[in-house]
């Protein structure tokens, strides 16, 4: 299976500054056939099933506030919210479908 | 939009079988675009992704779960179901059913449905 690790376990940023979340895949989850890095993020408030955010790594989901925004290649991704606000306390995912086997990471929880 | 509901017993006895059916509303079970699938949540834990099928009935099982789970799909009912077989106190979670967009992320999930395995 890829193992999908996130990093850090949990962080605390001030409301309007920048939070940065990193996803690291034990083998890299790009498709050379069509150029897309096969990993997604997903948003988790409690009591609440996950929102998916971001998928091709990079492509906002309809509706998701332009402040999310996904980056990286490879084995190696960022899941950046540019001025954190009230509502976006929860716990963010990543999730890689390259493999028939899908795997999430640990989960990051975000607090103010 | 199209809504996802999960239901089914919430409490289960030990080696015994859970069972849980996925109503798909406002929308069709029926597409190529679209797959469908289980992901459960431990309390307090982390996703992990069960299975997932096509309305034609191609499946595809977490290997570390596939002895023991069964997914099927009613396209008459739009419906597809979770059967997962000799259950232990591990196997306790929140169960959601989700869409998968092209086999691969999943863009709309139900709310979940709390299953405690106990006797």
């Known amino acids: 299976d890829i193992v999908m690790t996130q990093s850090p376990d949990s962080l605390a940023v001030s409301l309007g500054e920048r939070a940065t979340i990193n996803c690291k895949s034990s083998?890299?989850?790009?498709?050379?056939?069509?150029?897309?890095?096969?990993l997604a993020w997903y948003q988790q408030k409690p009591g609440q099933p996950p929102k998916l955010l971001i998928y091709w790594a990079s492509t906002r989901e309809s509706g998701v506030p332009d402040r999310f925004s996904g980056s990286g290649s490879g084995t190696d991704f960022t899941l950046t919210i540019g001025s954190l606000q009230a509502e976006d306390v929860a716990v963010y995912y990543c999730h890689q479908y390259y493999s028939s086997t899908q795997t999430f990471g640990q989960g990051t929880k975000l607090e103010i | 939009q199209l809504q996802l509901q999960e239901s089914g017993p919430g409490l289960v006895k030990p080696s015994e079988t859970l069972s849980l059916t996925c109503t798909v509303s406002d929308g069709s079970i029926n597409s190529s675009t679209y797959y469908w699938g289980w992901i459960r949540q431990p309390p307090g834990k982390g996703l992990e992704w069960i299975g997932t099928i096509h309305s034609g009935g191609s499946t595809y099982y977490n290997p570390s779960l596939k002895s023991r789970v069964i997914i099927s799909v009613d396209t008459s009912k739009n419906q597809f179901s979770l059967n997962m077989r000799s259950v232990t106190a591990a196997d306790t979670a929140v169960f959601y059913c989700?869409?998968?967009?092209?086999?691969?992320?999943?863009?709309?999930w139900g709310r979940g449905t709390l299953v405690t395995v106990s006797s």
């Open positions: 989700a869409r998968l967009r092209w086999h691969g992320y999943f863009d709309l």
């Open positions: 083998q890299s989850v790009f498709h050379s056939s069509n150029n897309k890095n096969y």
